[in-house]
């Protein structure tokens, strides 16, 4: 009744040799699975990045408080737009006009500027800074402001208008 126990040894220490392959294999997998993981998501964050943003529908709500006459609202919403996106125009143009609204014209001014500089291709921003200083006798400027957003949007609704405006200011230079 002696049993060779020198085999039993060698099957173990297969089982744990598999074992080990095995497992080996297997954070190899799930390293690759992270991998290709990160890649594609990589992929959506740079898919996302190229698509415009659409400001119309991320100020929105602001808007809509403008609309209603929730000036304060208005203004709360879209302050933390341009802290959320300090480069974008339409931000810094929507904070304006709830400013402006709000009696509050040296801010708002300064805000459209700011939106000309940070996004010197939002029209819109070249509009209301334009409108403002004409309000403030600031012709020679205003009608270069004016000029530059017929420039950016020369198809505008507003162009008969813009071009009034312009010509207004050049009259009283």
Not at 11 to 23: F, S
Not at 118 to 134: N, R
Not at 147 to 159: A, G, H, M, T, W
């Amino acid at each position: 009744m002696n049993k060779d126990y020198s085999s039993m040894g060698k099957t173990n220490v297969g089982k744990h040799q598999c074992i080990g392959r095995w497992m080996q294999m297997a954070r190899r997998s799930v390293a690759l699975v992270l991998l290709a993981l990160v890649m594609f998501i990589g992929m959506l964050g740079t898919a996302s990045a190229d698509r415009p943003i659409d400001w119309e529908n991320k100020l929105e709500k602001g808007y809509y408080e403008l609309s209603i006459g929730n000036v304060d609202k208005a203004r709360e919403i879209f302050e933390s737009k341009v802290k959320k996106y300090p480069n974008s125009g339409a931000c810094h143009t929507a904070l304006g006009t709830a400013l402006k609204k709000k009696g509050k014209l040296t801010e708002a001014k300064a805000e459209f500027r700011r939106a000309t500089e940070v996004e010197p291709t939002y029209a819109d921003s070249f509009y209301e800074l334009g409108a403002m200083m004409e309000s403030d006798k600031e012709y020679l400027q205003a009608s270069q402001v004016f000029e530059k957003y017929l420039l950016l949007k020369p198809d505008s609704n507003r162009k008969a208008t813009v071009a009034d405006r312009i010509r207004f200011c050049k009259e009283h230079l």
